[in-house]
C-alpha cells in the first residue's frame, strides 16, 4: 500500500488520528491543573509515524482539523478537564484553543518542517438544520449536531469560536502554509451562502486561504449542474478551491460487473467538471479522494465499495476512468500523447 501511496498521490490525509481526540492527554492535563496550570497537554504518538513516513519521502500531508465539534473529548470544555463539572469560562477556553492550536503547529513546524502544507483549520462549522444553528448569526454558526447534541465550541465561545479559530491559526502557522474551512453538502444552497458569509468575514482579516469541499456524493446527488454551479460561487471569493474528501456512493442494486461500469461514469463526470472548470480559470488547487481501498484489510467488517482499489490493491475501472479523463484533458490543451 505504501507503494501505491508513492507513486500515485502527491499528499495524504489522516483521518482521525490528527484529531484533538487522539492528541490531548486527559491525565496529563488533570495533573496540571493539580500543579496550577490550565494549559492542555497534547500526545503526538499517533502521528509520529505518518508524520516521519512524509518527512522521509517528501510527501505532503493536509492538517485535519484543528476545531471540531465532534472528537474533540468533551472534559477539553469542562472545568479541571473533568467531564462531570461545569463548562469553563470563555476566557478560559479560548486559552485553551489558543495553546492547543499553537502547541500543534509548533510541534509539527519544528520537528517536520514543510510536511503539512495546508490545514483544515475549522470542521462543519455551519449548520442548515432548522434548530441547529445560531439564528442571529450571519452563517448559521452550528450551535447542535447529531441527535440534538450540544457544539461545546459553541456552548463555550459562542459564534465567535470559528473567527477565533481561525486568528490562532494565522498567529501560529508559518506564512506557506495555507488556511482551510472545510465542510460538507456545500452545494446546498442555503449552506453554499452561509459558508460565503462566513468566508467574507474571514477574508477581512487575511484569516484564510481556501476553502475545502468534502464532496460526499451519491450517482444522482447533488445534480451535476448544481455541484458545478456551487465550486463557481465560491469560486468568486478569488480562494483557493479544494476537493478535501471526495466520495461518490455505488448503486449497490445491480450485478458487480455493472456497479464498477456505473461507478467508473460518475468518477468521469466529476473530474470532467472538476477539469472544465479549471481550465476555465477557477483554482481547483487539490483533489482528495477519501480512502484507498475497499474493505480495508484491517477492518474485517468494511464493506466499502467506494475506493479507487478493491479489496485486494487492485485498480478498479474507477481509477482508470479517471487516468483517461485527465490524458484527454492533458492532450487536449497542451499536444502531448505523454502523460
Not at 447529531?146 to 469560536?161: C, H, L
Not at 502557522?173 to 472545510?182: F, G, M, R, S
Not at 481556501?210 to 468568486?236: H, N, V
Not at 484489510?297 to 465499495?305: C, N, R
Request: charged content about 25%.
Amino acid at each position: 500500500m505504501n507503494d501505491i501511496v508513492l507513486y500515485q498521490f502527491n499528499s495524504i490525509t489522516l483521518t482521525n488520528v490528527m484529531k484533538p481526540q487522539y492528541l490531548l492527554d486527559e491525565t496529563a492535563c488533570r495533573s496540571n491543573i493539580i500543579r496550577g496550570s490550565d494549559e492542555p497537554v497534547l500526545n503526538f504518538d499517533s502521528v509520529i509515524d505518518a508524520l516521519e513516513f512524509c518527512k522521509k519521502h517528501n510527501l505532503k500531508m493536509r492538517g485535519h482539523t484543528l476545531v471540531w465539534h465532534t472528537q474533540t473529548p468533551l472534559w477539553f470544555f469542562k472545568e479541571d478537564y473533568n467531564d462531570d463539572n461545569k463548562y469553563v469560562t470563555k476566557e478560559v477556553m479560548e486559552m485553551r484553543m489558543e495553546s492547543y492550536i499553537k502547541q500543534v503547529l509548533q510541534f509539527i513546524q519544528y520537528y517536520y518542517p514543510n510536511v503539512i502544507d495546508v490545514w483544515d483549520v475549522v470542521n462543519e462549522a455551519v449548520e442548515i438544520d432548522k434548530g441547529k444553528y445560531d439564528e442571529t448569526s450571519t452563517w448559521k454558526t452550528r450551535t447542535m449536531y447529531g441527535d440534538n447534541v450540544p457544539n461545546p465550541w459553541y456552548e463555550t465561545m459562542g459564534q465567535d469560536y470559528v473567527i477565533t479559530a481561525f486568528r490562532i491559526a494565522r498567529k501560529y502557522a508559518t506564512p506557506e502554509v495555507k488556511l482551510v474551512y472545510n465542510d460538507y453538502n456545500t452545494f446546498m444552497s442555503e449552506k453554499t451562502k452561509a459558508i460565503c458569509n462566513l468566508v467574507e468575514i474571514l477574508k477581512k482579516e487575511n484569516l484564510i486561504d481556501g476553502i475545502g469541499l468534502q464532496s460526499y456524493l451519491s450517482p444522482t446527488w447533488p445534480a451535476r449542474s448544481t455541484y458545478s454551479d456551487a465550486i463557481k460561487k465560491f469560486a468568486k471569493l478569488n480562494l483557493e478551491i479544494q476537493i478535501t474528501e471526495l466520495t461518490i456512493s455505488v448503486d449497490t442494486n445491480v450485478s458487480e460487473e455493472v456497479m464498477l461500469e456505473k461507478q467508473a461514469k460518475y468518477y468521469k463526470e466529476i473530474f470532467n467538471i472538476y477539469l472544465n472548470l479549471y481550465h476555465s480559470g477557477i483554482n481547483i488547487g487539490s483533489v482528495t479522494v477519501f480512502g484507498l481501498q475497499d474493505g480495508f484489510l484491517f477492518y474485517s467488517s468494511d464493506s466499502t465499495k467506494t475506493r479507487l482499489w478493491d479489496h485486494n490493491l487492485i485498480k478498479k475501472k474507477a481509477y482508470y476512468s479517471i487516468l483517461e479523463t485527465l490524458k484527454t484533458y492533458y492532450n487536449k490543451y497542451n499536444n502531448n500523447n505523454n502523460i
